[in-house]
């Protein structure tokens, strides 16, 4: 009830002044971990609080260490800079003014955000009009992915060098070397070693078992409700329509080919592709 009450409020007209209010006390040697909902944003962290703290990462100390913004006052500082490192689902603000934007293809995020908002009895409808909200940015209360990733993408940060676009693909082929990126984006230096072992013990196996030991969404035995589902890269080509994809496709066009992404449905598949993000 009161999550289905708090999804309501940040909904309404009530959401600008509670935005604002979440934001206050933030400083600019504070770094944002950003990304649209469902797009390995919990993952990134779960690596960053193991490799930078050397403990180990668990739900409850990594949404206290590196919280969502509004929850921010009490985090420690991370970095060398004394900064904070802050998780964030808005688009941009001008009071971000150091960030990694993690970027995760959208036929993805569809399907994943479908089910969180399922498990959570938000949708009462099939995936088809829930596409048709995730396509106009009223699914959420965070707008349209492609208004969402173009905010990021072309903000001011982009120009000035402060912002680290990843994309989820990459970070999941190859964790190591983006992780290392990342890091050193921060301005840490880590050892090798050190962050394959946050790899290591922040897996998909790894991460579910944590999240038996701190439920995020219900009975940990209930796979329906489970906050850490697939992870899956790609897992859109096995379960959207051809129609589906065409209205995904046609929405998010021109940000696909920016990030390198390829097309699948017959009215995009000749389109050239770009340079993927990282």
């Given at each position: 009830m009161v999550r289905r009450i708090r999804h309501q409020i940040t909904k309404s007209k009530l959401r600008v002044p509670l935005v604002w209010?979440?934001?206050r006390g933030i400083a600019e040697r504070d770094v944002f971990v950003a990304s649209y909902p469902r797009s390995g944003s919990t993952w990134l962290r779960?690596?960053?609080f193991e490799a930078l703290s050397n403990a180990e990462a668990g739900f409850d100390n990594v949404n206290r260490v590196i919280p969502d913004v509004g929850e921010h006052a009490s985090a420690p500082s991370m970095l060398p800079s004394q900064g904070r490192i802050i998780?964030?689902?808005?688009a941009y603000r001008s009071e971000y003014k150091?960030?990694?934007?993690?970027?995760r293809d959208p036929r993805d995020v569809a399907l994943s955000e479908f089910a969180y908002e399922g498990a959570l009895g938000r949708v009462s409808g099939d995936f088809d009009c829930y596409l048709t909200d995730f396509l106009r940015g009223t699914a959420t209360a965070y707008g349209s992915w492609l208004h969402h990733a173009e905010s990021w993408i072309d903000s001011p940060l982009a120009a000035r060098g402060n912002l680290m676009v990843?994309?989820?693909k990459d970070l999941r082929k190859d964790t190591a070397t983006y992780?290392?990126?990342i890091v050193k984006f921060l301005g840490v230096s880590l050892d090798r070693q050190r962050i394959e072992e946050a790899i290591r013990n922040n897996d998909f196996q790894?991460?579910?078992a944590k999240e038996d030991q701190t439920p995020q969404l219900g009975k940990p035995t209930d796979n329906q409700k489970r906050f850490v589902r697939k992870g899956a890269v790609g897992g859109w080509r096995d379960q959207l329509t051809p129609e589906q994809l065409e209205r995904i496709e046609e929405n998010t066009a021109k940000m696909l080919t920016r990030l390198?992404?390829?097309?699948?449905?017959?009215a995009y598949a000749t389109m050239p592709n770009s340079v993927s993000a990282d």
């Open positions: 209010l979440r934001h779960f690596l960053l998780k964030t689902h808005e150091r960030a990694i934007y993690v970027v990843v994309s989820y992780l290392e990126r790894r991460m579910r390198g992404y390829e097309f699948a449905s017959l």
